[in-house]
């Protein structure tokens, strides 16, 4: 956590922002502590209130009326650092250089988001050969755009170059082959239910099991329930869900951030959100995590969603994360847990 104010800092999600911005429950901030409330907010947030169309001047008048900081995650060449600064901005001089920064930026999946979307049943219209076959163009096209910007760079010799030429025709000439695999193996899988079903079977039962684990141990409960299933008996809890860089992590063998590490938990269906076949959904689960993990810098992290509480809780618990999961239920009633149960 980073320690630089005596206040308590609470980050919010987004569902509480657009709650208190409709209905001006500013009290809700006051019943969680003695102490001094500064709401939090990062890139996450701004994400979605850009999503938010015609509704955008109201979300940022009301993070600058309850005095929200900005908090900025630490990023060098795409990976966290680890580190992370609050920032006093004006949350309109934020946003726009939030939505500065990401334009001409394209949201670029690689066919991997779409795959995994249809593993939940998205995307119905669409076989996985036609999926991955889009990936592939994009991701291709955004390798030859790297390789022609090394051309020059003047830090890179003309052996260096040539190299990086020669790995890029490698590249260019495995993914296609490893894609089209790929997307045929899917498309003839023909068991009527999707994948995730068929993992949830095949595994630790998804949610009807997972949802009557009680804390605390959430993680260690479920790893136990899974671990049974694989005859590798090398392989821990911890390599099982990313946390050490020793099966899934980076080839420099890395620590992982604690952003990262909150991320990488991934319950296999331990309240899991519901419909995520649809677009929305599917896309909101995917910024629960990043919301949590930018949390682990503050003192609180406050939803309304029982689901995200949850599953933050059960990470918070496992990393040893001290910022404590409050469930803003619509009854108004504020309910704390701390993340270490």
């Known amino acids: 956590m980073i320690d630089n104010t005596t206040d308590a800092l ?13 209905e001006q429950l500013d009290t809700i901030f006051k019943r969680l502590s003695p102490s001094k409330i500064t709401p939090v907010y990062s890139d996450e ?31 060098v ?9 609050f920032i ?15 334009m001409g930026m394209p949201d670029l999946g690689y066919g991997l988001t779409d795959m995994l979307h249809k593993f ?24 030859d755009n790297s390789a022609a910007e ?28 490893m894609y089209e695999h790929m997307g045929k193996t899917l498309d003839g899988n023909t068991a009527k239910s999707t994948i995730i079903e068929q993992v949830d079977k095949s595994l630790a039962g998804g949610p009807k099991n997972l949802n009557n684990i009680k804390a605390p141990n959430v993680v260690r409960q479920i790893w136990d329930l899974l671990k049974t299933r694989f005859p590798d008996k090398a392989l821990t809890l911890d390599m099982f869900f990313g946390l050490t860089p020793d099966l899934y992590g980076p080839a420099d063998k890395r620590e992982l951030s604690l952003v990262e590490k909150v991320n990488a938990l991934n319950f296999l269906g331990y309240h899991r959100d519901a419909k995520m076949q649809d677009r929305n959904r599917f896309n909101a689960s995917f910024s629960d995590r990043t919301h949590a993990g930018c949390a682990v810098f503050c003192h609180y992290i406050m939803s309304m969603d029982k689901r995200l509480i949850m599953k933050t809780a059960a990470a918070y618990e496992r990393l040893d994360v001290f910022t404590k999961t409050v469930h803003l239920k619509l009854s108004r009633n504020v309910q704390g847990t701390k993340g270490r149960q």
Not at 45 to 70: D, F, H, M, P, T
Not at 77 to 85: H, L, M, P
Not at 164 to 175: C, H, I, S, T
């Open 120 to 143: 939940y049943g998205g995307l119905s219209d669409k076989t996985y050969s036609e999926v991955l076959t889009l990936g592939i163009s994009e991701l291709l096209e955004e390798l």
């Open 77 to 85: 060449n795409s990976r966290y650092t680890g580190k992370a600064a």
């Open 150 to 177: 090394l051309q020059y760079d003047e830090n890179l010799s003309r052996a260096h170059r040539i190299l990086a030429q020669e790995a890029v025709a490698q590249v260019r000439n495995v993914l296609p082959k």
């Open 45 to 75: 947030n701004l994400q979605e209130i850009a999503k938010a169309k015609g509704y955008e001047n109201k979300l940022l008048s009301r993070l600058k009326a309850i005095g929200a900081v900005y908090l900025r995650l630490e990023n």
């Open 10 to 22: 609470i980050y919010l999600d987004h569902n509480v922002l657009d709650k208190i911005t409709k």
């Open 88 to 102: 006093d901005i004006d949350p309109f001089e934020a946003y726009s250089q939030y939505m500065g920064n990401k």
